[in-house]
């Protein structure tokens, strides 16, 4: 039995099988996470939300996911049909492409490569066409310029990411998740990089489209966005590619500042808790952050939202970037691989 999973197809076989694990329990968390903010935005506004289908409206996203598949797909006439059709199973698909470097535990992940986080810089900066090919192929007015919205707004905000990642990786000297993770044993980076941790969160909100940075989708003045022209499973894919996301940036943001898997700062009380209940729950705490923030903060305007990532994130990074670096020389910190 080791001699088939050393073999190139048992490699394959395991390969598939880690990411099974990885997806099917990730397809059901999109799902679920569509009712928990719900339920939380709900519990926040003095209202019940989904209560009728199952007990506490547990199968309420079965009953949505049944009636998106029912629905009759509508092509607009001037639409281009193929890339009207590709865009949503393109943002989508990254989405979940994206998982095959996120350590779940110590040694799980589906692709533990050691350029880890370039891997996802990459996908993160493919996410964005879908998002325009959908805006453009849809032969709306309305949808291209939530296209446009939304192209500038992620390149705008993955600015600012991308100096808070290196800020983290200077502190590492690996580009591998996991051992970012391991770094994390003595202190989350959340508490030493605290000001990046509040920029990278925030960067996050705006990178997925969520509120107080869901221009794209700005439904009072462009109607729904890039999306207006979609219905039923093309509808739905987009939909849940936003959820994903979401669950793909929690993730994120617990790998790089909340010590991924590991129990808070190795005390034995925590310890004899399983490293992927950790990550869940962490994950879970993130993700009700997202709900909490749409539920409080109004829609930015659009000189708002560019303000914000032009003028005070990017000076903000990239001023703790050299901080970072200049404290871990002058204090011989300076990881050495």
């Not at 920029?199 to 869901?214: H, Y």
Request: some cysteine.
């Amino acid at each position: 039995m080791h001699s088939f999973f050393t073999s190139p197809l048992g490699v394959f076989v395991w390969t598939v099988i880690k990411a099974l694990v990885l997806l099917v329990p990730l397809l059901i968390g999109v799902a679920y996470l569509t009712y928990a903010e719900r339920k939380v935005l709900a519990a926040m506004q003095l209202r019940k939300g989904p209560n009728v289908v199952g007990p506490f409206g547990l199968f309420q996203p079965f009953a949505d996911a049944l009636k998106m598949i029912t629905k009759e797909t509508i092509l607009p006439a001037g639409a281009n049909r193929g890339l009207f059709l590709f865009a949503p199973m393109l943002t989508f698909a990254l989405a979940m492409i994206a998982w095959a470097v996120i350590p779940v535990s110590a040694g799980w992940a589906s692709a533990n490569i050691n350029v880890g986080v370039l891997y996802l810089f990459a996908i993160s900066s493919l996410g964005v066409y879908g998002v325009i090919i959908a805006g453009w192929a849809s032969n709306s007015k309305y949808a291209f310029l939530g296209a446009l919205r939304s192209a500038a707004q992620m390149v705008s905000y993955e600015v600012s990411m991308g100096f808070v990642i290196v800020t983290v990786l200077l502190c590492v000297g690996s580009l591998n998740l996991t051992a970012v993770v391991e770094a994390q044993r003595q202190w989350w980076f959340c508490f030493p990089l605290f000001p990046m941790f509040i920029v990278f969160f925030i960067s996050t909100l705006a990178e997925t489209n969520r509120a107080p940075f869901d221009l794209p989708e700005g439904e009072s003045e462009i109607v729904a966005g890039f999306f207006v022209e979609y219905s039923s499973m093309s509808f739905a894919l987009f939909f849940l590619g936003e959820y994903a996301n979401m669950i793909l940036m929690a993730a994120l943001t617990t790998s790089l500042f909340l010590g991924g898997w590991l129990a808070p700062f190795g005390m034995a009380p925590f310890t004899w808790v399983p490293g992927p209940i950790w990550f869940i729950a962490k994950m879970c705490l993130c993700l009700f952050t997202f709900l909490w923030v749409r539920a409080t903060f109004p829609r930015y305007r659009y000189d708002q939202l560019m303000r914000l990532g032009w003028k005070v994130f990017l000076p903000l990074s990239l001023f703790w970037l050299v901080l970072t670096a200049g404290v871990l020389e002058l204090a011989g910190w300076l990881p050495v691989s």
